[in-house]
């Protein structure tokens, strides 16, 4: 079965965060989706406009969390807990917040994406042109670069793709250049 058929079954063919029937889409679930039923959810498409754009928000639409957050499908709380963090000047929001319990697993997936973090604190990677970079991109090598730990030279105009970013340092990344992971600094890499 395809993980659209498997998505509309598991949420009855309803927007899994506001229960709408129209405009249904999956959406996975960001940094490291990989598309499968576990990390993706079935969302209306005014639901994933607002996830996506922030600046488009309408704290009136998300009073749906209050149900939705108690999903027991991961991905589906893992949204409920950002949006709430992302509202959680209105009151309502930080109540629910305060109520909603996630496993320290789950509570590190759902602050990925820099989510509760505020601005001043969060790690933003940029590469050599000072371009942002997110998880999923790919990058370029500007310079030969030596391996540690091996006898491997990742060459000047070597292609990385799907690139993860380190959480904790914000000049470093990962990604697999000749089919080996490994660690690359922000300054040696252009975004593609």
Same mark, same amino acid.
Request: proline letters at 2%; aromatic letters at 6%.
């Given at each position: 079965?395809?993980?659209? /058929?498997?998505?509309? !079954?598991?949420?009855?063919?309803?927007?899994?965060?506001?229960?709408?029937? =129209?405009?249904?889409?999956?959406?996975?679930?960001?940094?490291?989706?990989? $598309?499968?039923?576990n =990390?993706?959810?079935? &969302?209306?498409? @005014?639901? +994933?406009?607002?996830?996506?754009?922030?600046?488009? +928000?309408?704290a009136?639409?998300?009073?749906?969390?209050?149900?939705?957050?108690?999903?027991? *499908?991961? &991905? *589906?709380?893992i949204?409920?807990?950002?949006?709430? @963090? %992302?509202? %959680? !000047?209105?009151?309502?929001?930080?109540?629910?917040?305060?109520?909603?319990?996630?496993?320290?697993?789950?509570?590190?997936? !759902?602050? !990925?994406t820099?989510?509760?973090?505020?601005?001043?604190?969060?790690?933003?990677?940029r590469?050599?042109?000072?371009?942002?970079l997110? &998880?999923?991109?790919? *990058?370029?090598?500007?310079? =030969?670069?030596?391996? /540690? $730990?091996?006898?491997? #030279? &990742? /060459?000047?105009?070597?292609?990385? %793709?799907?690139?993860s970013? =380190?959480?904790?340092?914000?000049?470093?990344?990962e990604?697999? #250049?000749?089919?080996?992971? +490994? *660690?690359?600094?922000?300054?040696?890499?252009?975004?593609?």
């Amino acid at each position: 079965m395809s993980i659209v /058929k498997k998505l509309y !079954a598991r949420s009855e063919s309803k927007c899994e965060l506001c229960g709408s029937e =129209d405009n249904l889409e999956v959406y996975k679930v960001p940094p490291t989706s990989k $598309g499968t039923e576990n =990390d993706s959810i079935l &969302a209306c498409k @005014t639901c +994933i406009d607002q996830i996506e754009n922030p600046d488009k +928000i309408d704290a009136n639409h998300w009073h749906c969390l209050n149900d939705s957050m108690w999903s027991e *499908v991961s &991905a *589906v709380q893992i949204i409920a807990w950002r949006m709430l @963090t %992302r509202l %959680r !000047a209105e009151g309502w929001s930080q109540d629910l917040l305060d109520m909603m319990y996630l496993d320290e697993e789950m509570l590190e997936w !759902a602050q !990925a994406t820099g989510e509760g973090v505020d601005e001043e604190d969060k790690i933003i990677h940029r590469d050599s042109n000072g371009v942002v970079l997110e &998880a999923g991109d790919s *990058v370029v090598l500007i310079k =030969d670069l030596k391996v /540690k $730990g091996s006898s491997m #030279v &990742a /060459k000047q105009g070597t292609a990385v %793709r799907k690139i993860s970013l =380190d959480h904790d340092n914000e000049e470093y990344i990962e990604g697999k #250049v000749d089919g080996q992971h +490994i *660690v690359i600094i922000t300054k040696y890499v252009k975004k593609l």
